[in-house]
C-alpha cells in the first residue's frame, strides 16, 4: 500500500481467516461488499464488480470459464450472490464477431442473455462488456470521489499521469458500453503493467489475478488520489471560503420545514413526491461558499450522479444575512416554472427523432444558501439517496476545482444517457407505483390498536407515515417494528398531545421536515369513559371535549393550513364512533365529544372542498382487539354496565351486531384506507361506520 497520511484512508479489511475456505466467487462477493461498504469508495449503486471462473458445465459436465459480474440493479455493499450474472466467457469473446460498430452498439445489450451460465435470471448489466474483456481474473469498477474530482478535471489526463505514472491509465468520455469494453482490452492488452484506469468524468477500473490483490489495488489508487488531492489542496479554503453565513441548526431546520411543502406542492402536480432534507456540513460548505453560484449550474460530471440528482440543481433565491422566508417563498413558483422551462429546452435542444418523451421536467435537487439541501423523488429512499449523490457531486467538484479547473459533462453526451433508449428501457420495468406511493400520512394515536393498524394499512400501500401520539415511547415502539418490514425511510414517530397547540404545530413542522409535507391527516387520538351524568365530573367532561373535540380541532386547523401551502389537496379522517350517532348508556361526555367531532367534520368538508380538501368520518364500534382503550378503566365500566367480563362484553358486542362479526382494527383501518385512497376521490363528508352492522346508528 502506497504511504498515505493517517486520517481519513480507506483501510484493509480483508481477512485472509475468513477468506480461506471461500471458493472464488464467494470471495467475489465479499470483495464487493467490502468495497461497497465504505461510500468513498463508491456511491449507492454504483460501480460493479467481476471475477472470471473455472466452473463445472451443467451440460455436458466440462469445465467452463463464467464471469460472474454484478447484474443490472442493486448495490455492491449490500448485494448478495443472487446479486451476480453469470455468463460463459466463450460465448461473450465470441459476440465480437457480431459487433457492427459503435453506432450499434446497444444492440449487443441484446445479445448478453444468450451468453447466460446455468440458466441463471439476474439481467446482465451494460457494463458487462467493460468486464468481460479486460484480460485478468479480477475487475474493480468504483466512483470514488477522489477519482471522479481527478477525472471530471480539464486536465484529467495529465493529472492522472502526474498521480499515476504508467501505473494507471486514462480513457477520454465514452459512454458506458460496447465500445468502451474494447477501449478497456485495448488498453489493458498494449500495456501489461497497467493496474487500471480512469475514465473521464467517470470513475476508475482497477484489475489484478487475485481477488484480494485487485481489492488492495482499488484501495491503494483512491488512497494514492486522495492523498495528492489533500497535499495540493491544502491551505486552501474549499470553494473560495464562506460567503454567506450558515445558519444555527434549529433554523436551519424551522426554514426547511417552510420551504418543503410549498416546493412539494409545485412539482407534485403530475405525481406526489416525497422530500428529504440534509444540511451534513459538506453541502453547507457548498451552499454559503464563493464558488457556489459559478458551480452549481456547471452540474454533475459522473453519469451515475446525474441519471438521479438531474444534470443541475435548482438554487432557492434566500440570503441568510439578511433572511426573508415570505420573499423567498414567494419566489418559488416562478423559480419553479423557469427550472421547468430550462429543462424542456435542453430536452428540445438535444432530442433525437427516437428519443424516448420528455420526462417530468422538475428539479430534484434544491440547494439553499446558509441552510442545506432538499431533495425531492416519487419515494422517500429515493429522495434521500439522490441528495447522497449530490454530496458526492459536491465532493466532486471540491477536489476538482481546488487542483485544476472543474467540468461537467458535454450537454448532449449527458442527455444521450440519460435518455437513453436503455435507460428507457429500465425504467419502463419497474413495479408500477403502489395506490399511496408518494403521499404522506400522520395519524393521531398512532402507537394505539386502530392508529397502528390503520399505519400499517397505509404503508403496505406505499405511504409515509408519521406515528403522533402522546404516548412517545409506545409510538416509537410501534415505528421501530414498521421500520422492519417497510424500512427506515418510510416511518417515524412523534411526540405530541393533541390539546396542545404547540405540540400539534411542532408535529406537523416535523412531518413537512421529514417526508416533505402530508397528504393524509387520520385523527384518530382517543380515550373513552364512562359514568352516570350525575357522577360525570367537570374534569371528566372536559377531558372528552379536550381530546375529541378540541384536539380534532386543532390537528385539523394545522393539517388545513399545510394543505393549503402545498395546494395539491388532501384528505382528512376523523375516527368518530358509533357513539357519535348513536346514544349509549353512561357515556355522555364520550358520546357528545364524538357528536362534535363528527359535526366539525362536515365544517371542515364544506370548508376544504374548493381546496381539493376531503374530510370524511369513519365510526368503529366495539374494537376490543389490539385497543388500549379497552384494556383500562373503560373495560371495566362497561363490563359493569352490562354486567360481564371483556370476553362476555365481546361476545355480546358480536350478538348484538347485525351481522354477527366480532369488528377488528384492521376493519377499520380498510374503512380509513378507502377514504385517503384516490377511489373515493369523490366523496366528501361522509360517514362510513364498520360496526358489523348496528340499525341505531345508520346515518339518515
Ligand atoms: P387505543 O387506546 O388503543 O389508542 C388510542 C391512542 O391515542 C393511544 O395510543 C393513546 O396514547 C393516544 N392518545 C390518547 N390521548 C392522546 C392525546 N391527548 N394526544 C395524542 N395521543 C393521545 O384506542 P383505539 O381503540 O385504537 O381508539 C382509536 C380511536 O377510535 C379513538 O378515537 C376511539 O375513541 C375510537 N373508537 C374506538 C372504538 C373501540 O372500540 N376501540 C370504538 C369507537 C371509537
Given at each position: 500500500m502506497v504511504a498515505t497520511p493517517a486520517g481519513n484512508r480507506l483501510e484493509n479489511l480483508w481477512d485472509d481467516a475468513k477468506a480461506a475456505s471461500m471458493s472464488e466467487s464467494e470471495k467475489l462477493l465479499y470483495r464487493s461488499n467490502l468495497l461497497g461498504s465504505d461510500k468513498r469508495v463508491t456511491n449507492y449503486g454504483g460501480g460493479n464488480t467481476s471475477a472470471k471462473v473455472m466452473e463445472t458445465d451443467p451440460l455436458g459436465g466440462g469445465q467452463a470459464e463464467v464471469l460472474w459480474v454484478k447484474g443490472s440493479g442493486g448495490d455492491i455493499g449490500s448485494m448478495k450472490m443472487d446479486g451476480f450474472s453469470t455468463l460463459y466467457m466463450?460465448?461473450?469473446?465470441?459476440?465480437?464477431?457480431?459487433?457492427?460498430?459503435?453506432?450499434?452498439?446497444?444492440?449487443?445489450?441484446?445479445?448478453?442473455?444468450?451468453?447466460t451460465f446455468n440458466l441463471n435470471p439476474r439481467a446482465a448489466s451494460i457494463d458487462?462488456?467493460?468486464?468481460?474483456?479486460?484480460?485478468?481474473?479480477?475487475?474493480?469498477?468504483?466512483?470514488?470521489?477522489?477519482?471522479?474530482?481527478i477525472a471530471a478535471s480539464v486536465n484529467s489526463k495529465e493529472l492522472t499521469a502526474e498521480i499515476f505514472g504508467d501505473e494507471i491509465g486514462w480513457l477520454p468520455w465514452k459512454k458506458p458500453g460496447y465500445e468502451l469494453g474494447l477501449w478497456l482490452e485495448k488498453l489493458a492488452t498494449e500495456n501489461p503493467g497497467m493496474r487500471g484506469a480512469v475514465l473521464e468524468s467517470h470513475g476508475l477500473f482497477t484489475w489484478a489475478d487475485d481477488a484480494k490483490d485487485c481489492y488492495l489495488t482499488t484501495l491503494e489508487i483512491i488512497n494514492k488520489a486522495a492523498t495528492w488531492l489533500e497535499v495540493k489542496s491544502a491551505g486552501k479554503p474549499a470553494f473560495g471560503g464562506a460567503k454567506v453565513p450558515t445558519l444555527p441548526a434549529d433554523e436551519r431546520r424551522a426554514i426547511a420545514a417552510r420551504l418543503m411543502p410549498v416546493i412539494r406542492g409545485l412539482i407534485s402536480k403530475e405525481r406526489h413526491k416525497i422530500g428529504h432534507f440534509d444540511d451534513q456540513d459538506a453541502v453547507l460548505e457548498f451552499v454559503a461558499s464563493q464558488d457556489f453560484a459559478r458551480l452549481a449550474p456547471l452540474g454533475t460530471s459522473c453519469p451515475d450522479h446525474f441519471l438521479r440528482t438531474k444534470i443541475r440543481p435548482q438554487v432557492v433565491d434566500f440570503d441568510p444575512a439578511n433572511p426573508d422566508l415570505d420573499k423567498t417563498i414567494a419566489s418559488l413558483p416562478a423559480a419553479a416554472e423557469a427550472y421547468r422551462a430550462d429543462y424542456t429546452a435542453y430536452y428540445e435542444r438535444c432530442k433525437k427523432p427516437d428519443s424516448p418523451a420528455l420526462r417530468d421536467p422538475n428539479a430534484v435537487v434544491w440547494?439553499?444558501?446558509?441552510?442545506?439541501?432538499?431533495?425531492?423523488?416519487?419515494?422517500?429512499?429515493?429522495?434521500?439517496?439522490?441528495?447522497?449523490?449530490?454530496?458526492?457531486?459536491?465532493?466532486?467538484?471540491?477536489?476538482?476545482?481546488?487542483?485544476?479547473t472543474y467540468q461537467g459533462l458535454p450537454e448532449q453526451e449527458a442527455f444521450d444517457i440519460e435518455y437513453w433508449l436503455l435507460e428507457e428501457a429500465k425504467l419502463a420495468r419497474m413495479p408500477k407505483p403502489k395506490a399511496l406511493a408518494g403521499r404522506v400520512a400522520l395519524v393521531t394515536g398512532g402507537a394505539g390498536g386502530i392508529g397502528s393498524a390503520t399505519a400499517e394499512r397505509l404503508l403496505r400501500d406505499g405511504a409515509c407515515v408519521v406515528l403522533a401520539d402522546i404516548d412517545a415511547a409506545a409510538a416509537a415502539d410501534v415505528a421501530a417494528g414498521m421500520a422492519k418490514v417497510f424500512g427506515q425511510d418510510a416511518v417515524r414517530s412523534v411526540a405530541m398531545n393533541v390539546t396542545v397547540e404547540s405540540d400539534v404545530a411542532e408535529a406537523f413542522a416535523f412531518a413537512a421536515l421529514e417526508f416533505g409535507g402530508v397528504d393524509i391527516l387520520v385523527s384518530n387520538a382517543g380515550i373513552a369513559s364512562s359514568a352516570p351524568i350525575e357522577e360525570t365530573s367537570l374534569a371528566l367532561w372536559n377531558k372528552n371535549m379536550d381530546i375529541l373535540s378540541t384536539g380534532y380541532f386543532l390537528v385539523s386547523r394545522e393539517a388545513f393550513k399545510l394543505l393549503r401551502q402545498q395546494g395539491i389537496g388532501g384528505s382528512v379522517v376523523f375516527v368518530a364512533s358509533k357513539n357519535g350517532l348513536a346514544a349509549s348508556p353512561n357515556a355522555a361526555a364520550y358520546c357528545t365529544a364524538k357528536a362534535a367531532e363528527i359535526h366539525l367534520a362536515r365544517c371542515l368538508a364544506l370548508e376544504g372542498a374548493e381546496a381539493g380538501i376531503r374530510v370524511n368520518v369513519v365510526n368503529p364500534d366495539a374494537v376490543l382487539r389490539g385497543s388500549k382503550i379497552w384494556s383500562g378503566e373503560w373495560l371495566d365500566q362497561r363490563?359493569?354496565?352490562?354486567?360481564?367480563?371483556k370476553e362476555g362484553l365481546e361476545e355480546m358486542y358480536r350478538s348484538r351486531s347485525m351481522l354477527k362479526r366480532s369488528v377488528l382494527p384492521e376493519d377499520i383501518a380498510e374503512g380509513i384506507w378507502f377514504f385517503v385512497s384516490d377511489l373515493s376521490a369523490k366523496s366528501t363528508g361522509n360517514i362510513l361506520n364498520v360496526d358489523a352492522g348496528n340499525v341505531q346508528a345508520f346515518t339518515r
Open positions: 466463450d460465448k461473450l469473446r465470441a459476440l465480437k464477431g457480431l459487433y457492427r460498430g459503435v453506432a450499434f452498439e446497444d444492440e449487443m445489450v441484446g445479445y448478453l442473455p444468450h451468453c458487462t462488456p467493460l468486464h468481460a474483456y479486460v484480460p485478468k481474473k479480477h475487475v474493480d469498477h468504483v466512483h470514488s470521489d477522489a477519482i471522479i474530482a440547494l439553499v444558501p446558509g441552510v442545506g439541501m432538499i431533495t425531492f423523488a416519487l419515494d422517500r429512499a429515493t429522495a434521500r439517496i439522490s441528495g447522497e449523490f449530490y454530496v458526492n457531486a459536491i465532493n466532486v467538484m471540491r477536489g476538482s476545482s481546488a487542483v485544476s363490563a359493569s354496565t352490562y354486567q360481564t367480563d
